[in-house]
Each structure stands twice: as structure tokens, then as C-alpha cells.
């Protein structure tokens, strides 16, 4: 295992450093305080191809592995960890489980606007489950060629701007996490109807929303996977965004040591900068050490993934 950056590692990172800290780093902070990234935000980073990640070349996408992914969304988070939050969830449980799961159909039908265009959201958790996905209890009742949905989700990040929501509901009446499907809900289906942002104590940018499911009629060609697949289709695409996830922590633990440092440079005790203090420099070097071991812990993760292994 090298986790030395290849060439185009660092010129990926390079590049959406500057991009970030170019057309976000003002900003970043407004967003939080108006509880709202803008849509803008979200197409320049589509324009670079950061909506299809992970996502093949041949079907749109441009491709990274994990680790590319995770050195992405950590410049991403450095500037504003809202964002990298969305574009985290929708390339790990938003765009990649079309890809992965997807009938060739779906993916033609879906992957254009997920890579392009369109954020995607992931609807598992409910107001009385949230780690205990299992006991979810919206149904999809099967009727002719379509599905009907009924139910309520909660904390469903990219709720409020997705163009594509990836639904999961119980098929059967048995319990557990046999009787659980997928289905992709496209905005603006009659039946989907989203609830006000939760009023949040950070990453207040990225908008969390309940939404209810009121006889909302899903076409059967729309279900992902086969009858009963959907927790486990939930299941694995929660464990690659884990990796995500932690390349947003590492991001922000950036940000801070940063702002640590600039103002140890600032501040001014016994006749200098407390930078020269040496108690200070302790702390500032416990910091360092903590980023480096977080990284070296998130990159093997992601290298786990790459080589398939848990």
C-alpha cells in the first residue's frame, strides 16, 4: 500500500483548491448563516465533473477511485463543509447506487442529469428509525405496473434542490430487512411532498428536510434492484459514504488548524507573537499530528474500498 498522491492526485487537489478557495471561500460563510448553498455552487462543481465522481467515464461520470474522491472532498470541506456534505452524499448514496444497482435503462434514463446537473438524495431514515434502518415502516404497495408509496422520511440531505431521491420502502408486510425495495422518485411526482429545512446547529448550508410519501406512484421500471434488495443495497452504499464523510471531517480539522495557526501568528504576549510560546507550539503540533493520523486512517479506508477488501 502507497499512500503517496500520484501525479494526478495532486494536480486533481491542486486544482480544486484553487477553485474553492477562487469562487467559495467568500461566501462560505454567508451560506451557513442563510441556512443555503446556492444552486451556482453546486453547477460550477458540476462543470468540473464533480457530480459523477465515481461514476465510469462511459456512462458520463469521470471515474476516481475512492482515494481521489476522498482528497476531493477534503478541499471541498476545507472551504465549506456544507458543501462537501452534499457533494459527499450525492456521489456515495445519490449518483453511485444507479450506477451500481441500475438496470442499463435506468442508468441511460438517470445518470446524465446525476453527473451534470442534478443532486441526488437518499431516503432510508424515518421520524421512529433512524439507525435501526430495518424497522422502517413506509410501504410501496404493488399496483399493476406501479408501486404505491406511503409514509414519512426524515433528515434527508439534498432534500430541498434534488432532482432525484432514492426511496426506501417495505414491499412485504414481514419485518426486518428482507421486505425492504428502492425506488427512484423523480422532483415533482405527485405524492412527494417536501417539509421545511431543519433548523440545524452546524453545516446549516446543506438543507435537511422530513418529506411525506402520499400515494405517490412509482412506475415498477423505476424500483432498483428486485423486490427486497433495497436493504442491502442501502447497507453497501452506506459504507462507501463513511469514507466520504471522514474526508469531510479532515477538511474541516484543516480549517481550524489553520485558523489556529494565523492567529498564534497574530496575537501578540510577552513581547511577541504566542507562536514563539512554547506551550503554544505544543498545541499546534498535537493538531498536526491528529490531522496527519486522520488522514493516513481515511486513505486506507479508501484504499480498502479500492482493492475490495472491508
Known amino acids: 500500500m502507497n499512500l503517496d498522491l500520484t501525479e494526478d ?8 483548491r484553487e477553485l474553492c478557495g477562487r469562487e467559495f471561500g467568500a461566501a462560505a460563510a454567508s451560506w451557513d448563516r442563510e441556512q443555503v448553498v446556492p444552486r451556482s455552487a453546486i453547477a460550477t462543481l458540476a462543470e468540473q465533473g464533480f457530480l ?29 463543509a456544507a458543501l462537501g456534505i452534499m457533494i459527499a452524499v450525492h456521489n456515495s448514496v445519490g449518483a453511485l447506487p444507479v450506477f451500481r444497482f441500475g438496470t442499463d435503462e435506468q442508468r441511460k434514463r438517470f445518470l446524465p442529469r ?75 411526482t405527485p405524492g412527494l411532498v417536501l417539509g421545511k429545512p431543519e433548523d440545524k446547529m452546524g453545516l446549516r448550508g446543506s438543507e435537511t428536510v422530513g418529506l411525506t410519501l402520499e400515494d405517490l406512484k412509482v412506475p415498477v421500471e423505476q424500483r432498483l434492484g428486485a423486490e427486497g434488495e433495497g436493504f442491502s443495497i442501502a447497507m453497501s452504499m452506506l459504507d462507501a459514504g463513511r469514507v466520504g464523510v471522514a474526508a469531510q471531517a479532515l477538511g474541516v480539522m484543516r480549517a481550524a488548524f489553520e485558523e489556529a495557526v494565523k492567529y498564534a501568528q497574530q496575537r501578540q504576549a510577552f513581547g511577541g507573537p504566542i507562536a ?13 499530528r491528529r490531522i496527519q493520523s486522520a488522514r493516513l486512517l481515511t486513505q486506507k479506508a479508501a484504499w480498502l474500498k479500492d482493492t475490495d477488501q472491508p
Open 52 to 80: 459523477g465522481m465515481a461514476i465510469p467515464e462511459e456512462w458520463g461520470g469521470v471515474g476516481y477511485d475512492s482515494r481521489t474522491i476522498t482528497v476531493v472532498l477534503e478541499e471541498i470541506s476545507r472551504v465549506s
Open 9 to 16: 492526485q495532486v494536480q486533481i487537489r491542486d486544482a480544486v
Open 276 to 288: 514563539k510560546i512554547q506551550a503554544i507550539q505544543f498545541k499546534l503540533a498535537e493538531m498536526e
Open 114 to 188: 446525476l453527473v451534470s446537473k442534478e443532486l441526488g438524495a437518499f431516503c432510508l431514515s424515518e421520524p421512529a428509525c433512524g439507525s435501526d434502518a430495518a424497522a422502517l415502516t413506509s410501504t410501496a404497495v404493488r399496483d399493476g405496473d406501479r408501486y404505491v408509496l406511503n409514509g414519512a422520511k426524515n433528515w434527508v440531505t439534498n432534500g430541498e434542490q434534488a432532482g432525484v431521491y432514492l426511496v426506501f420502502a417495505r414491499t412485504t408486510k414481514d419485518g426486518g430487512a428482507k421486505g425492504i425495495s428502492a425506488f427512484i422518485v423523480e422532483r415533482g
